[in-house]
């Protein structure tokens, strides 16, 4: 449900995960407890589901729409969805949008296919994105993706001629680069103000927060969204002291989840620490080299014993 708000979409969303079962299939049960779990927070506003984390690409069409259908029906009274698109066809993009928002999504976050990587062409990226505002009548989020990820992450020109759709509401910003997220925030101050520029570089969190952010979308919030609230709500409060402390806990962590190589494994480290924290019994994902080495797991379950202090019982 989006707020009635001058500011509707400012705020914090935990980046949801998939729990599977022994044969594979989406475990519907496991997943409704972990939206609550998500949610239960005061500050954390609302989830994205179907998101990187959320292993879009790996999951059916009929797996995304249940997906959105199951956190409409367990917190779509009083948290805002915003469901991720990601698709390589745009017709197929489109379809999913439709889906998603009849499903009960409040907003989309449109990924960026993983084939722009290779190259970056801002024809086919603005039309890309036309077609999916044109398809919905639904408030529209972009995604910023890492320095890193090649053609996926946005020059300036075409992230200007983005802003522009009357459509967007919001950028979740996934530079992982200080100096660019700042970059972005003041474009996008410049040429679109009243869209949400949210700082959503899971390692990055502190010092983007502490430049200025109205929001973030994050997978560290599905493990820790005690913390990440507490973040939130220290640098809405101009509390420099606070925030340091509860980035000195979960930082660790963080570094230890989407630093390590490969990256690519982020979602399965994920997964381990709810297995840890005794929430599922599995970390199975859609990936068959997924494997979290003995050292790596001992790793893991001591740091997050440690981001553990502000999570309560």
């Not at 993009?93 to 976050?109: F, I, Q, S």
């Not at 320095?147 to 459509?167: D, K, T």
């Not at 924290?277 to 970390?283: A, D, F, N, R």
Request: hydrophobic fraction near 45%; aromatic fraction near 6%; proline fraction near 5%.
């Amino acid at each position: 449900m989006i707020p009635a708000s001058s500011t509707p979409f400012r705020g914090v969303y935990a980046a949801t995960l998939v729990p599977f079962l022994e044969n594979g299939m989406l475990d519907e049960a496991r997943f409704t407890q972990h939206l609550s779990d998500c949610t239960r927070p005061e500050g954390i506003v609302g989830i994205l589901c179907n998101g990187h984390a959320g292993e879009n690409h790996l999951l059916t069409r009929e797996e995304k729409r249940r997906v959105v259908e199951l956190a409409a029906a367990t917190i779509g009274t009083d948290r805002i969805i915003v469901s991720g698109i990601l698709s390589e066809d745009v017709d197929e993009a489109c379809l999913h949008a439709r889906d998603a928002v009849k499903a009960g999504a409040d907003a989309l976050l449109v990924f960026p296919p993983f084939s722009w990587a290779v190259s970056q062409d801002h024809d086919a990226i603005i039309a890309y994105h036309a077609a999916i505002c044109e398809a919905v009548d639904t408030p529209i989020m972009l995604y910023q993706s890492s320095v890193g990820s090649g053609g996926m992450a946005y020059s300036l020109p075409i992230l200007e001629s983005l802003l522009r759709f009357p459509s967007i509401v919001a950028i979740k910003e996934g530079s992982w680069e200080t100096n660019a997220y700042d970059k972005h925030r003041r474009l996008a101050a410049r040429v679109a103000p009243h869209v949400d520029v949210m700082a959503s570089g899971d390692e990055h969190l502190l010092p983007c927060f502490a430049i200025g952010t109205t929001g973030s979308l994050v997978s560290l919030a599905a493990i820790l969204p005690v913390s990440l609230a507490k973040l939130w709500h220290a640098m809405e409060n101009n509390d420099l002291t606070a925030a340091r402390k509860v980035h000195d806990i979960i930082q660790p962590l963080a570094n230890l989840i989407y630093g390590r190589a490969p990256s690519g494994r982020a979602t399965l480290r994920l997964k381990a620490c709810l297995v840890m924290q005794g929430k599922w019994p599995s970390c199975r994902t859609r990936k068959a080299s997924d494997i979290i080495a003995q050292e790596e797991w001992q790793e893991l379950s001591a740091a997050l014993q440690d981001a553990m202090i502000l999570e309560g019982p």
